[in-house]
């Protein structure tokens, strides 16, 4: 193996990622390992073609927001999925330590995951996947997109396995529905709910880990906005026309772009 495991840094149900270091270089990167057996896929070769083509494609955009996979290959049972490390961290691990980010702290943050996402869309990619750890900061605390394992274009969407992290997923993904670049903006409006109250908008810290009771609340509890948090009106306008549950109403990565809430960036 070209890498040596120094240790791990996240885990879900189907994977763990781990800090490595190139043997060669001594450069440091994150590896995702990911069980084939797990990912419950009727061919993993042909979901990892297209996740190196999509991160081929994303290379190409030249965007400082986006961090697509370096490496991408099968060894054995596993897939091995190599990507940038970013010692800064992610917005979990801010969130974790701040609980909620000031509006003008979420603001700057929000903005650059727009502009990613405007990027991303407009060469016809849907991330599918945007969750807190998938957002990193780099050494300048810009923030940057990561984690395209679940990444497709709208014509394969229906091909591939859904995140594991199912409690930023839009309402039709966890139903199984079609669906298409408005899951995106659905995620994108948790962001901004957990950057501004510290917390997600329809599953307490405390609840149950049953997945089928968690995704039930994420269809069907109405979305409170906490009177105990301060909030300009644009962002709380925002968040209502983003956690739509309608994909068809929701607004797309164009209208957030032109909402009140950036007008003064």
């Given at each position: 193996m070209q890498f040596r495991l120094l240790y791990t840094l996240f885990k879900?149900?189907?994977?763990?990622?781990?800090?490595?270091?190139?043997?060669?270089?001594?450069?440091f990167y994150a590896i995702r390992i990911l069980n084939k057996e797990r990912l419950q896929i009727r061919s993993p070769h042909d979901h990892i073609q297209l996740q190196m083509e999509i991160c081929q494609e994303i290379r190409e955009l030249r965007s400082s927001f986006l961090s697509p996979f370096i490496w991408i290959h099968e060894d054995g049972l596993e897939i091995h999925s190599i990507a940038e490390f970013y010692p800064n961290g992610s917005l979990q691990d801010l969130l974790d330590r701040d609980t909620s980010l000031s509006e003008s702290h979420a603001l700057r943050i929000a903005c650059e995951i727009v502009e990613a996402l405007d990027t991303l869309h407009t060469a016809g990619i849907i991330h599918?996947?945007?969750?807190?750890?998938?957002?990193m900061f780099d050494t300048s605390?810009?923030?940057?997109?990561?984690?395209?394992?679940?990444?497709?274009?709208?014509?394969?969407?229906?091909?591939?396995?859904?995140?594991d992290t199912g409690l930023y997923c839009a309402p039709e993904l966890i139903l199984g529905w079609a669906h298409d670049f408005s899951v995106d903006c659905w995620s994108f409006g948790l962001l901004i709910y957990m950057m501004l109250f510290g917390s997600h908008p329809y599953v307490a810290d405390n609840d149950n880990d049953n997945a089928a009771i968690l995704q039930t609340k994420v269809?069907?509890?109405?979305?409170m906005i906490p009177q105990t948090v301060s909030v300009s009106w644009a962002a709380q306008d925002l968040l209502v026309k983003c956690l739509e549950r309608n994909a068809a109403l929701r607004l797309d990565i164009k209208q957030i772009r032109a909402h009140t809430y950036f007008c003064t960036v």
């Amino acid at each position: 193996m070209q890498f040596r495991l120094l240790y791990t840094l996240f885990k879900d149900s189907i994977s763990s990622t781990h800090l490595c270091r190139k043997r060669d270089n001594l450069k440091f990167y994150a590896i995702r390992i990911l069980n084939k057996e797990r990912l419950q896929i009727r061919s993993p070769h042909d979901h990892i073609q297209l996740q190196m083509e999509i991160c081929q494609e994303i290379r190409e955009l030249r965007s400082s927001f986006l961090s697509p996979f370096i490496w991408i290959h099968e060894d054995g049972l596993e897939i091995h999925s190599i990507a940038e490390f970013y010692p800064n961290g992610s917005l979990q691990d801010l969130l974790d330590r701040d609980t909620s980010l000031s509006e003008s702290h979420a603001l700057r943050i929000a903005c650059e995951i727009v502009e990613a996402l405007d990027t991303l869309h407009t060469a016809g990619i849907i991330h599918r996947d945007l969750a807190p750890c998938n957002i990193m900061f780099d050494t300048s605390g810009h923030a940057v997109i990561t984690g395209f394992g679940q990444a497709c274009r709208p014509d394969s969407e229906a091909s591939f396995p859904l995140p594991d992290t199912g409690l930023y997923c839009a309402p039709e993904l966890i139903l199984g529905w079609a669906h298409d670049f408005s899951v995106d903006c659905w995620s994108f409006g948790l962001l901004i709910y957990m950057m501004l109250f510290g917390s997600h908008p329809y599953v307490a810290d405390n609840d149950n880990d049953n997945a089928a009771i968690l995704q039930t609340k994420v269809l069907y509890c109405p979305l409170m906005i906490p009177q105990t948090v301060s909030v300009s009106w644009a962002a709380q306008d925002l968040l209502v026309k983003c956690l739509e549950r309608n994909a068809a109403l929701r607004l797309d990565i164009k209208q957030i772009r032109a909402h009140t809430y950036f007008c003064t960036v």
